[in-house]
């Protein structure tokens, strides 16, 4: 049984910041790899940025140089710094996890948070 609860979602203006995190618990042995995405109404969901347990980050164009993946291994956490945002950003944010279950060694599986909701004003 693996959760991810994000948290720091919100309402701000345009221009203004706001720091999402993700936490990861349960039969957790290792994270591969973990990721925020994102989905407006009508839309697909659609990475947002990704993170790699060796720290390697990628991406979305719409947010490069904006947006800020970063994570915390012993916490088991990870977060977007999300700078000068845009009505455009305005979604419900999603943290996902390939997971290797402490119990299941060899397999990752993805997982996915409930999701935030993240509103920029003009």
């Known amino acids: 049984q693996v959760q991810l609860v994000e948290s720091g979602g919100g309402l701000v203006q345009a221009g203004g910041s706001l720091r999402l995190s993700c936490a990861a618990s349960g039969s957790i042995f290792s994270i591969k790899a973990t990721g925020w995405y994102r989905q407006a109404p009508g839309k697909r969901r659609e990475l947002v940025a990704g993170?790699?347990?060796?720290?390697?980050?990628n991406y979305a164009d719409p947010v490069k140089g904006r947006f800020t993946i970063s994570k915390d291994n012993v916490k088991n956490t990870v977060y977007l710094q999300m700078n000068s945002l845009k009505p455009e950003d305005t979604a419900v944010y999603y943290c996902?996890?390939?997971?290797?279950?402490?119990?299941?060694?060899?397999?990752?599986?993805?997982?996915w948070g409930q999701g935030t909701q993240v509103t920029v004003s003009s």
């Open positions: 996902n996890a390939d997971v290797e279950l402490a119990y299941w060694r060899g397999t990752y599986r993805p997982y």
């Open positions: 993170i790699t347990n060796d720290g390697n980050t």
